[in-house]
């Protein structure tokens, strides 16, 4: 696979066509999809993971898509979708050659977050004239930081700090592209220039990045009676509940129930268990 090395000038972008154009982003990433479900492609303006099996419940309907028109330079929207991409995707032969390119793939909801930070920041640029992603210096990264570590008003008033989350998004969209800027097809940093080099974005922000437990383990007498009541809530009482929940559905479908009943009236119907306690 031939690589480019040099940052693209004015008149080569457009000429330019990513590798990676027409890619289907869920198979590349091993994401179910449902039989005739919507398939993201890489080159599409908006890519809806609403169709992907197995989501968690809390995954909200705005966090299944990314819409890379919210990118002012379309330019970008290229960058920002193949780092997606790439994130989703680190075993695919155009990532896993890279050397600074993470290995492990990032949930769909973390990636909609990398996405939102990106966005943001490249946004910022074009607000403050930054037309190259070539031109970005370290002034530029410090600048948007400071920018993104209080909460403003409208009007640009300081209202509060922000939280340790919102400035550790802010460098991880300033730093892990410029990890990946030999992918980048249409514009890309400057050769070697990563933010804040040798500095992790933990550290930057002021985060901490988990660590081993800090809690003191609970003493076993403590514990052991917690433990034993655990069990025999599964063991014994566990099946029998089981069975309830079953009859109290059975009756709640029966035709002799009356919507005016209450289900504490209707619950009394039930034939009830008794399970000796443990002696």
């Keep these: 696979m031939t690589t480019l090395t040099t940052t693209p000038t004015s008149a080569d972008i457009g000429q330019i066509n990513s590798p990676l154009t027409g890619l289907d982003v869920c198979e590349a990433a091993g994401l179910r999809v449902r039989p005739g479900g919507t398939r993201p492609r890489v080159g599409q303006p908006v890519w809806a993971f609403t169709d992907v099996e197995d989501l968690p419940v809390s995954l909200k309907p705005s966090e299944r ?83 993104r570590s209080d909460i403003r008003d409208r009007k640009g008033k300081i209202l509060r700090p922000a939280s340790p989350e919102t400035r550790l998004a802010a460098v991880q969209a300033m730093q892990e592209p410029a990890l990946y800027s030999a992918l980048f097809s249409a514009d890309r940093f400057a050769d070697g220039f990563v933010p804040w080099p040798g500095r992790s974005p933990f550290e930057i922000a002021g985060c901490t990045s988990g660590g081993p437990n800090v809690t003191d383990p609970m003493r076993q007498e403590a514990l052991q009676p917690w433990l034993a009541a655990a069990l025999y809530i599964v063991e014994t009482l566990g099946p029998h509940v089981l069975e309830l929940v079953k009859a109290v559905r059975n009756e709640e479908t029966s035709a002799h129930r009356t919507g005016a009943t209450t289900w504490q009236t209707r619950l009394s119907t039930v034939s009830f268990f008794s399970v000796d306690a443990p002696g």
């Design 65 to 147: 898509k990314m819409d890379f028109s919210t990118i002012r330079d379309p330019r970008w929207r290229a960058v920002a979708e193949e780092f997606v991409f790439a994130r989703l995707a680190p075993q695919h032969e155009a990532v896993r050659v890279l050397p600074q390119a993470f290995r492990y793939p990032i949930a769909i909801k973390t990636c909609h977050g990398r996405f939102r930070a990106l966005a943001e920041w490249f946004n910022w640029l074009t607000e403050h004239g930054v037309t190259s992603l070539g031109d970005v210096t370290q002034m530029h990264c410090q600048a948007y930081y400071l920018h």
